[in-house]
């Protein structure tokens, strides 16, 4: 069953804001990731964050970590317009694990 | 990273027919595979985990008789839509695990399948 949840579903911006998602999850988990989804395209791995680690950037990409409240949030800044795709958190249990999805923020930026 | 194809990347079948996808790890041996089916506008949900060697195991309400998975190498799973019909229409995805006690796992692009 699907363990994570994701807000807003769906965010619509200008270009140059900055983005902000939210993933909440059930369990307690090994690590946590964020993927990038183009319409009827494939996953795009964005970041990985570990159980021990509270906050990773990865150039205009910010996640954040709070396991005791079991949630993750993904700041995009300065956004463009090819930032406009579905963004899924994917939680990992334990090692060797498949992962668990949350819905989905559906994210437009607007020209 | 590893690089996992899928193959065919399309494919558009008649109801009742059956389908075969492949998911390949290129560069890398994969012990387990996962396969996760997305409908339009939604998550990816798992549908089984795909050990080689052994049978799959399914996820709940996931008919081990229609979807076939076999994991006979290590290199290779196949996921095999039995008589498809057009609410088997979805997009079909794998991801292969790197290596034992690891969480490395690598996507495939996906297979989009249409069931007329």
Known sequence: ?111 | GAVVSQHPSRVICKSGTSVKIECRSLDFQATTMFWYRQFPKQSLMLMATSNEGSKATYEQGVEKDKFLINHASLTLSTLTVTSAHPEDSSFYICSALAGIGTNEQFFGPGTRLTVL
């Open chain 1, 1 to 111: 069953s699907q363990q994570g949840e994701e807000d807003p579903q769906a965010l619509s911006i200008q270009e140059g804001e900055n983005a902000t998602m939210n993933c909440s999850y059930k369990t307690s988990i090994n690590n946590l990731q964020w993927y990038r989804q183009n319409s009827g395209r494939g996953l795009v791995h964005l970041i990985l964050i570990r159980s021990n680690e509270r906050e990773k950037h990865s150039g205009r990409l910010r996640v954040t970590l709070d396991t005791s409240k079991k949630s993750s949030s993904l700041l995009i800044t300065a956004s463009r317009a090819a930032d406009t795709a579905s963004y899924f958190c994917a939680t990992v249990l334990n090692y060797g694990q498949n992962f668990v999805f949350g819905p989905g923020t559906r994210l437009s930026v607007l020209p």
